[in-house]
């Protein structure tokens, strides 16, 4: 049992610990996120994996863990103090793999609610097992949990899930306006596209610019977003000032590793299976104009991820449908 003296002697030990237990912690998740950099390369076949359990969880965990041990080695602190301890280690990890492991806000601003949760519940895990122990051997188990889950969670298979998000426009022209404006959107000013979470504090590229190479079945688009980003849209329906659907096609290089090296859209855990837009006439020479995209993903945290693909997704139909009836309107008032 801590005695009343050492109660008192809290607040004044925890702060002068916090100074060597965060940086350590941090360069402790810092090894980790190598380690799962390296795992994989070797397991995942140059990313095609994604370890959600052992890192996005474990690692903060992990980190928090070893943060506690140092500034509290005999569990005396309330829960409160050790949720906190999580609280700056998630911080200072965050802030660290953005300047020194170069990672891109998209992943970064995804992964953080997780992070700190997991923080959070491995400071109280943490703060119970020394209690109840008196040692820190037990709690050490927590600290080497992602070393050796990274290895196993590789090879893991998830459950899958489909989803489509859909947006609807009306524009004040004709289907034939609107269809000129659809299948092709080059040359796309930044002044055109409105103000969306994804891009304006998430950090998503814009698009800038969609050409057509061909009419009809097998005619291809040549999609280009800010940020180097670049891929194709296949063309498999194409009924004039009607329809157009497509397949997603991207290259190895479609999204730089300097935009976002941990999230792609064509992996054994993400596709993008296809989208289509449909034009559907209305009275007074107006048009509806629908955009769908249709996603399969296989995560352990599927709902959480659909959420945000909803999210960007959502905010990707509006500025391009934005940009399509800004331009209709435009053709059909001349």
């Known amino acids: ?21 965060v940086p350590m912690a941090v360069v402790y998740a810092l090894v980790l996120c190598l380690l799962a950099e390296a795992i994989d390369w070797e397991v995942g076949g140059g990313g095609a ?34 949720a906190l301890i999580g609280f700056y280690v998630t911080s200072v990890f965050l802030f660290a793999a953005v300047v020194l492991l170069r990672e891109g806000g998209i992943c970064v601003i995804m992964a953080a609610p997780l992070f700190y949760l997991a923080s959070i519940v491995g400071g109280l895990i943490t703060g119970l097992l020394l209690r109840r122990t008196r ?22 298979s998830y459950p899958e899930r489909t989803g489509s998000v859909i947006t609807v426009v009306e524009i004040a022209a004709p289907p034939e306006a609107v269809w000129r404006n659809t299948v092709a959107i080059p040359d796309i000013r ?19 610019d ?10 291809v688009r040549y999609l280009h977003w800010g940020g180097g980003i670049h891929f194709q849209e296949w063309i498999t329906a ?41 034009l559907d006439p209305l009275p007074g020479g107006r048009t509806r104009l629908t955009l769908q995209t249709d996603y399969w993903i296989a995560t352990p945290i ?8 909803d999210v960007f997704l959502t905010d990707f139909h509006r500025i391009v449908l934005g940009v399509i009836k800004e331009r209709s309107e435009r053709a059909a008032s001349l």
């Not at 052992?54 to 103090?81: K, N, Y």
């Not at 930044?190 to 800038?208: C, K, M, N, Q, Y």
């Not at 969609?210 to 097998?218: N, S």
């Not at 096609?249 to 999230?263: K, L, Q, R, Y």
Request: aromatic fraction near 10%; hydrophobic fraction near 45%.
């Open 1 to 21: 049992m801590a005695s009343d003296d050492d109660d008192k002697d809290v607040p004044r030990n925890w702060r002068r610990r916090l100074f060597p237990a």
């Open 49 to 82: 994996m994604m370890l959600v359990v052992a890192f996005l969880f474990g690692v903060p965990a992990a980190a928090t863990s070893v943060a506690v041990m140092i500034a509290d080695p005999r569990g005396q602190m309330r829960g409160g103090r050790h």
């Open 135 to 156: 040692g820190r051997a037990t709690a050490l188990v927590l600290v080497l949990a992602p070393v050796l889950g990274m290895p196993l969670e590789a090879g893991t």
């Open 190 to 208: 930044p002044r055109e596209l409105s103000w969306t979470f994804s891009h304006a504090i998430v950090g998503v590229p814009r698009p800038e």
């Open 210 to 219: 969609a050409r057509l190479e061909g009419e009809g079945v097998g005619a």
């Open 238 to 278: 194409w009924d004039l000032n009607r329809s157009l659907a497509w397949t997603f096609h991207f290259a190895p290089d479609s999204i730089p590793a300097a935009v976002e090296g941990h999230i792609r859209v064509n992996s054994p855990y993400l596709k993008l299976t296809g989208g289509h837009y449909t």
């Open 302 to 309: 599927n709902a959480y991820c659909a959420w945000w693909g």
